[in-house]
DNA sequence: GACAAAGACTACTATCATTAGCTTTAAAAG
DNA sequence: CTTTTAAAGCTAATGATAGTAGTCTTTGTC
């Protein structure tokens, strides 16, 4: 194989995520990202399908690491699906907080297309299962589905600075969480 | 006054917001909106400042509407504080399908500055005046903060299409934001 | 009828993404 | 050790975009 090559792809998406979040999404260009790889901006195209291919495995990228962080955090966490839930969204929170402008090209199409529901559905189902443990397999996938929009709108919120009214967010954060969980539980032992 | 003008601020804005609900927000740029107003580009920037200083005032105009739905829902809705804020959070979700575009531009920053918070401030008092009568006033930013942030994350998820699999949405938002004003109401029935 | 100025236009710059086609390079073949 | 070759990078160009500078047009006023 003549003339090795000088990137590949695996590093251009990771260049491209670590880009996206020091400079933000406005500041990423195919440009600017291949000069940090030492390269121009054609080489790119031998690798990378273009701007929006490229975008959507930094998504994949992204999505893989928050579920990873789940992971990380259900493992530790205790035994009760609430407290198990509240942990999960703790570590979300946290994963947002920590990679604000990636997660946030993640979970805002603005053209660029997401990833495989696939993948996404294989990643959800375990959360799913837990919801299940606390309203009973009927409501669970509603209950989850408040609860992914209780956690990602607070975290939009904080990240376009969209909460400014000053107190503990991360306060406000928990005790809606577990707000939202203990709404489930009671409707569950009193039924409709 | 020589030389009437063809199209004035106002105008400008109007057409932008229409622009962007019809064709998208990747769709639009200057010129496409100069086209639309019957004019070239550059004199659209005798009454803007830019692009980013245009969609400011979009995004001003698409949370005025918004608010103007609130305070509609609220005329019609009952007395109860959990029965208004669900009234307001289906007002809330029906505008945003009604708009998604701007909806979603107006929340969304990515570069595009958000319109001066003293505005939204006097726009969210009278919201949380609601939410103290469940909480009490010490809980209320909390709640309030919950309240709307699960509101937009789920908007915002079913905008971007993030909500595939199936099931009454509108039914799943509906027991969503009930179960959390219960989950208050407890709350401050119990203490903490 | 001449003029002043508001307002729109043309022409230009700079930045992007992307494509086409040429050049370089190092490994493999002789 | 030279020649071949194909992968990989590069330059140059296209077309879209935001924005600027300076010119031309229109029309109320004198």
Same mark, same amino acid.
């Given at each position: 194989?003549?003339?090795?090559?000088? *990137? !590949?792809?695996?590093?251009?998406?990771?260049?491209?995520?670590?880009?996206?979040?020091?400079?933000?999404?406005?500041?990423?260009?195919?440009?600017?990202?291949?000069?940090?790889?030492?390269?121009?901006?054609?080489?790119?195209?031998?690798? *990378?399908?273009?701007?929006?291919?490229?975008?959507?495995?930094?998504?994949?990228?992204?999505?893989?690491?928050?579920?990873?962080?789940? !992971?990380?955090?259900?493992? !530790?966490?205790?035994?009760?699906?609430?407290?198990?839930?509240?942990?999960?969204?703790?570590?979300?929170?946290?994963?947002?907080?920590?990679?604000?402008?990636?997660?946030?090209?993640?979970?805002?199409?603005?053209?660029?297309?997401?990833?495989?529901?696939?993948?996404?559905?294989?990643?959800?189902?375990p959360l799913q299962e837990i919801m299940a443990g606390i309203t009973g397999k009927p409501l669970s996938?509603?209950?989850?589905?408040?609860?992914?929009?209780?956690?990602?709108?607070?975290?939009?919120?904080?990240?376009?600075?969209?909460?400014?009214?000053?107190?503990?967010?991360?306060?406000?954060?928990?005790?809606?969480?577990?707000?939202?969980?203990?709404?489930?539980?009671?409707?569950?032992?009193?039924?409709?």
């Open positions: 194989m003549p003339y090795p090559s000088q *990137v !590949d792809r695996e590093e251009i998406v990771r260049q491209a995520r670590a880009l996206i979040e020091r400079e933000g999404e406005a500041a990423f260009s195919m440009s600017a990202l291949a000069t940090s790889l030492g390269v121009k901006a054609p080489s790119l195209y031998r690798y *990378v399908d273009g701007r929006d291919n490229l975008l959507q495995a930094v998504n994949l990228e992204t999505l893989r690491r928050l579920f990873a962080a789940f !992971d990380e955090a259900l493992t !530790d966490a205790p035994e009760e699906p609430a407290a198990r839930l509240v942990a999960l969204a703790h570590a979300y929170r946290a994963f947002a907080h920590a990679n604000p402008c990636s997660y946030e090209l993640a979970f805002t199409s603005s053209g660029v297309r997401r990833p495989d529901e696939e993948i996404l559905l294989q990643m959800v189902l996938l509603a209950a989850l589905r408040g609860l992914l929009a209780l956690i990602h709108g607070f975290v939009m919120l904080e990240l376009n600075e969209q909460l400014q009214r000053g107190g503990d967010l991360r306060s406000d954060f928990g005790q809606s969480v577990a707000a939202y969980l203990r709404g489930w539980q009671k409707r569950s032992r009193e039924g409709p």
